[in-house]
């Protein structure tokens, strides 16, 4: 069974641009979550969807915004960059959502902000 | 607000000894609780959920146990080798559809 995918790898923008990350979860898993990762706050949440709609979300401005699609493939979107926001963008998947599952991470998206 | 701490950035211990990571938690009640690891430059991964009314848990080299008096979970490597250097994360499951939240991690060194 293929795992999760994340496109792209490695993205880097300026200041003021916008940006989206893809994430493809493993094949039957409905619930996708991502999260944010940087040195000094570690692992945080951004926001969970699951059949398309968003059920949770994290304490996260505006600017960080996503959306699940029918086959659950999800993407997040983040407009007006800022230089804080460089950091690694996990996408996680599991087969539902609420019930504590175990998340199966992708690589991650290794975005910088120059 | 709900907190979770891991007892400390790094440890580094010698090959073949018990590796014991710490995870205390407060302001909430998990209903679960799962660790992880992660290696650099990569995504975490799972390898135990321990639930509320579970006082142990184990597989393999590793154990957990989750103390809901003391709100804290130990998690321990025995015999432990240069490949379970990493970093090892806890996420707490308060229920009710909320979402796990992570600490920040133990970076564990084994040496040879």
């Known amino acids: 069974k293929a795992g999760v995918t994340q496109t792209p790898r490695y993205l880097i923008k300026t200041r003021g641009q916008q940006v989206t990350l893809s994430c493809s979860p493993i094949?039957?898993?409905?619930?996708v979550s991502w999260y944010q990762q940087t040195p000094g706050q570690g692992l945080q949440f951004l926001f969970e969807y699951f059949s398309e709609t968003q059920r949770n979300k994290g304490n996260f401005p505006g600017r960080f915004s996503g959306r699940q699609f029918s086959n659950s493939r999800s993407e997040m979107n983040v407009s007006t960059l800022e230089l804080g926001d460089s950091a690694l963008y996990l996408c996680?998947?599991?087969?539902?959502?609420?019930?504590?599952?175990?998340?199966?991470f992708g690589p991650g998206t290794r975005l910088t902000v120059l | 607000s709900q907190k979770i701490e891991q007892n400390s950035e790094a440890l580094n211990i010698q090959e073949g000894k018990t590796a014991t990571l710490t995870c205390n938690y407060t302001n909430y009640s998990p209903a679960y609780l799962q660790w992880y690891r992660q290696d650099p430059g990569r995504g975490p991964v799972f390898l135990l959920l321990?639930?509320?009314?579970?006082k142990e848990k184990r597989k393999e080299r590793l154990k957990v146990t989750f103390d809901t008096t003391l709100k804290q979970s130990l998690f321990h490597i025995t015999a432990s080798q240069p490949a379970d250097s990493a970093t090892y994360l806890c996420?707490?499951?308060?229920?009710?559809?909320?979402?796990?939240?992570f600490g920040k991690g133990t970076k564990l060194s084994v040496k040879p």
């Open positions: 094949s039957g898993h409905r619930s």
């Open positions: 996420a707490p499951w308060r229920g009710s559809q909320g979402n796990l939240i």
């Open positions: 321990i639930r509320e009314n579970e």
């Open positions: 996680a998947s599991s087969w539902t959502s609420g019930r504590g599952n175990e998340q199966f």
